[in-house]
């Protein structure tokens, strides 16, 4: 008897199921305005010579001695810049919204977003109120100069990110981290090599030509912006086919 009861069970079951239409996948979103959350300023200017490795037993001081040399010339680097003069974080966010505005793209600059002094790029996501169809978050997260352990050169650093996502969904359309100068390989999306120009052979050569390091990072973030908006573009290229109606 209790078969016969688990069998009718479960044709019951099995009928429910079936009768019951299936879920429907939400629409793809469509794409034709972009709200962005601004890159701040840097705060720091990073400067690092990467000790070469040593196996002998005195390392540890010599990695110690170039910690505290590395932190000396740092903040000499970072002063010699004059931090409050240079908006980078803004000549990146105008240069992306202008390649994005240039497209066709309806761009909203969210300049009131609340920030924390301590990180300024920790954004509170939930908090954003927008009728964008997508919310992009770029930001500079290093810029200075860096020499690593077999190099014996300086050169520059600019690394940006950006994340593009379709406002009140948690569908990512867009997601990179891009590198111009030290950190970058030749052929790579993701990565844009500095002009030779820009190659110092020591600390003091970097401190004598602060106009050209200047340059240099105004050049980065300018390429980094380029690579960026092209690809944002081409990452949501397939959603403003969507928007114009296009098989």
Request: proline share 7%; glycine share 6%.
């Amino acid at each position: 008897m209790l078969r016969v009861f688990a069998a009718v069970l479960l044709i019951v079951s099995l009928a429910a199921c079936k009768s019951r239409p299936p879920t429907a996948e939400p629409p793809p979103p469509v794409i034709r305005s972009i709200a962005v959350i601004p890159a701040s300023n840097p705060a720091w200017f990073s400067f690092e010579n990467a000790m070469m490795p040593l196996v002998i037993p005195a390392e540890p001081v010599y990695w110690g001695a170039n910690k505290i040399d590395n932190h000396s010339k740092a903040r000499r680097f970072h002063d010699a810049l004059n931090p409050e003069a240079t908006k980078l974080g803004d000549e990146f966010t105008e240069q992306v919204v202008a390649k994005l505005r240039d497209h066709g793209f309806q761009v909203e600059i969210l300049d009131k977003v609340d920030r924390t002094a301590s990180d300024p790029d920790n954004v509170d996501y939930e908090r954003i109120k927008t009728k964008a169809d997508a919310i992009l978050h770029i930001r500079l997260s290093e810029v200075g100069i860096y020499s690593g352990h077999w190099s014996k050169s300086y050169l520059p650093r600019v690394n940006a990110s950006g994340k593009l996502w379709a406002n009140g969904r948690e569908e990512s359309l867009y997601e990179e981290d891009l590198y111009y100068g030290v950190d970058a390989k030749k052929g790579k999306s993701w990565g844009i090599v500095p002009d030779p120009k820009y190659s110092y052979s020591s600390f003091d050569e970097v401190m004598s030509h602060i106009t050209d390091i200047h340059e240099s990072f105004d050049t980065g973030v300018k390429l980094v912006a380029e690579r960026m908006s092209g690809q944002i573009i081409d990452s949501v290229r397939p959603y403003e086919s969507i928007a114009r109606g296009a098989p």
